[in-house]
């Protein structure tokens, strides 16, 4: 695998305040790289950085070994990505409308924009609600079309910010597992923001924890669970294995066997 970002030195502030500090991390093309940590950690900050959304104080970020320097350089890096964030942000229109409405921002020639929409449609199993109105979605249909819209623009790298929050088990496992097909099959970089260790181990083939703006540890999902770097990166798994446990989730070793199956 090649590096697709890589950041030296970043440090945000906001408000005065350093919110970020991260010496250097490096992203490889094709990974779905998760990022965990605690409320208050700068997860969702790490992304915003990493996206060019939000401005650094100091330090350089990479894409495919060259700097982003330049408006232009931040503007052209934008175009090859796409973001997802906790709440689907859709327009009052019709689902078709919304997943096309990114292609057409971006000046997608008109008559592809039909092929590209319905194909994404149909991969995230929401063909049936083309002509429904955005207003009238479920969570998880709301969360669906908000990802089928960020695949239309065929990005190069993926950025999801808590995108399984606030659904209902059976929906939250069955969109789990159809956004960890879909990367597989289109082999998309993508870069996830989530509380969730579980969702982590299930989705990801590289777990970045964080921990008051700084990198903790990071390495492999069983990496992480067989090797927790410190005592903050234990206790905070084995916050998440007490409550797997007090919900049944540890049953019959199923989150091993999600880590060793994957």
Do not use: W
Request: hydrophobic share 40%; with cysteine; charged share 20%.
């Amino acid at each position: 695998m090649n590096p697709i970002i890589e950041i030296r030195d970043i440090k945000v502030i906001r408000g005065g305040v350093e919110v970020l500090d991260i010496p250097n991390l490096t992203i490889q093309e094709g990974q779905i790289v998760s990022v965990i940590g605690p409320n208050g950690s700068s997860k969702s900050t790490l992304l915003l950085t990493l996206a060019c959304l939000l401005p650094r104080f100091q330090g350089d970020i990479f894409f495919k070994g060259k700097p982003l320097c330049s408006k232009e350089d931040q503007f052209q890096y934008r175009r090859k990505m796409a973001m997802v964030f906790q709440e689907p942000l859709l327009f009052d229109t019709t689902v078709f409308k919304n997943v096309a409405s990114g292609l057409k921002i971006r000046g997608v020639n008109r008559k592809m924009i039909p092929d590209k929409v319905n194909y994404y449609l149909n991969q995230l199993g929401i063909t049936h609600l083309s002509n429904r109105s955005a207003r009238k979605l479920s969570g998880g249909e709301a969360k669906r079309t908000s990802l089928a819209r960020a695949f239309a623009l065929e990005p190069e790298i993926l950025f999801l910010d808590e995108p399984f929050t606030a659904l209902d088990p059976p929906t939250h496992d069955m969109l789990i597992h159809d956004l960890k097909r879909i990367l597989g099959e289109t082999q998309k970089t993508a870069i996830m923001a989530t509380h969730d260790l579980l969702e982590a181990i299930r989705i990801s083939h590289h777990i970045v924890v964080m921990n008051q703006g700084k990198v903790i540890q990071q390495g492999t999902p069983q990496t992480i669970v067989d090797h927790p770097a410190n005592t903050f990166v234990s206790d905070f798994m084995n916050r998440f294995f007490q409550a797997y446990r007090d919900l049944g989730l540890m049953k019959e070793n199923k989150l091993i066997n999600i880590i060793s199956n994957f």
